[in-house]
């Protein structure tokens, strides 16, 4: 099994910024591709961000040209910045791994981080 762990919650004014870290107990190189995920009170889980195997990139249009993902494969880690922040990106903020085969094939989640944005 593989475990995700997020980092970097917190509290943040509007048009603040935040940096997300989640930390795999694998290679992210095992992942064909990871992503961060956001769920607001009342509301569905939601796609904020994903980065493929070629380093492909995709954004919700919500969090287009504000938050950035990326992954440093030495640290094991997967980030999100997140810049410009507004009072609606407030949720607890998920990451996501997927690993097609092999013994770890599977979705993996993270525990959740929250995120407030509120002056």
């Known amino acids: 099994q593989v475990q995700l762990v997020e980092s970097g919650g917190g509290l943040a004014q509007p048009g603040g910024s935040l940096r997300l870290s989640c930390t795999a107990s694998?290679?992210?190189?095992?992942?064909?591709?990871m992503g961060w995920y956001r769920q607001a009170p009342g509301n569905q889980r939601e796609l904020v961000a994903t980065?493929?195997?070629?380093?492909?990139?995709n954004y919700a249009d919500a969090v287009q040209g504000r938050f950035t993902v990326s992954r440093d494969y030495d640290k094991n880690t997967l980030f999100l910045q997140m810049n410009s922040l507004k009072p609606e990106d407030t949720a607890v903020y998920y990451c996501?791994?997927?690993?097609?085969?092999?013994?770890?094939?599977?979705?993996?989640w993270g525990q959740g981080t929250q995120v407030t944005v509120s002056s």
């Open positions: 694998s290679s992210l190189r095992s992942f064909h591709s």
């Open positions: 980065i493929g195997s070629f380093d492909q990139t």
């Open positions: 996501n791994g997927h690993v097609p085969y092999g013994s770890l094939t599977g979705d993996y």
